[in-house]
């Protein structure tokens, strides 16, 4: 039997796991409120925070760690790869320190189960981080040669609802063409052409719908005004992200407030709210057109996903493209315990961060 634990850091919670071969033994959920984090400049200066939390969980639940096969934790902002699982090397572990691509929670995902796994003398994995780039070179390009569109996205959820659908439908993801739409506090929209992400847009700070919590693509001559007005850079990534969407228009990002106003008849919160279900639908029908409109099936997932007016609202307008599947939630602890029992296996191969 195989045992395993699972890390999945997030910017207000860290949620782990432990499974044995297929079957969860337990998950639980650790908050972390504002107050507990302000203390913390950089993402990896919480590092020792969350790893002694997570110890102590491990502790109360008598998880005797020496029977652990290995550890897995959700990747970070490290430099791009494809899609795969890594060993968290010592390049990987300096890259998710420094943020070689930005912080984030996730970076915490690899960088605490190496340090658990070097204690207990096994190795430490990340599967499909944010930074999975198999964009093809037209899909990097814009209009000005120095700026190149990047792929940061929900890769670890967009690949484990694609592998899973494509089972349902008796074909390989591989030999799938689908386009994933991933509603949360940030939404991504990647097109899967035969088991690649061949075009997604930018989920993190870049481009594509607006989205409770994160700006999306907005008026570039307008954003060049705005930089040039006296906002200093930090003001100005968290006015497009965490300050932004739904947020910045309502003062909530939690679709469950913006639905009770509309059911209390206000129209402005629905004016947003379809608004946001425009920009999706919108950003879905582009990636068709990446496809050429060989679209076995779209699919919507994320936490977003649950809420039935915003699926309506996206539905009407792309349901001419092809059939819609829901996959409401994520997937990610899941998807991480399967790669892990598929490497222990040796049903798959370990890939080496370059």
Known sequence: MFKLLIINPGSTSTKIAVFEDDQMVF???IAHTHEDLKGFDLVSDQFDYRKDLILKILERRKVDLSSLSLIIGRGGM?????SGIYEVDDAMFFDLTIGVQGQHASNL???????????????????DPVVVDEMEE??????????RRLSHFHALNQKAVSRSVAKQIGKPYEEC???VAHLGGGISVGAHKKGRVVDVNNAMLGDGPF???????????????LCYSGFEKRDIEKK???NAGLNAYLGTSDAREVNRRIDSGDSYAL???ETMAYNIAKEIAAMASVLKGEVDRIIITGGLAHEKRIVSLICERISFISEIVLVPGEEEISALAAMGLMLLRGEVQAKVYM
């Not at 989205?211 to 005004?225: D, H, K, Y």
């Open 271 to 273: 004016l947003i709210y």
């Open 27 to 29: 998950e639980e959920s």
């Open 109 to 127: 995902g690899g960088m605490i189960a190496r340090k658990i796994a070097d204690s207990l003398g096994i190795k430490a994995y990340i599967v």
């Open 240 to 242: 497009f992200v965490g």
């Open 177 to 179: 063409n689908f386009i």
């Open 138 to 147: 037209m899909a990097r390009m814009t209009g000005v040669p120095e700026l």
């Open 211 to 225: 989205s409770p919590e994160r700006a999306g693509t907005v008026p570039t001559g307008q954003l060049i005004n």
């Open 78 to 82: 490290m430099k791009p790869i494809s």
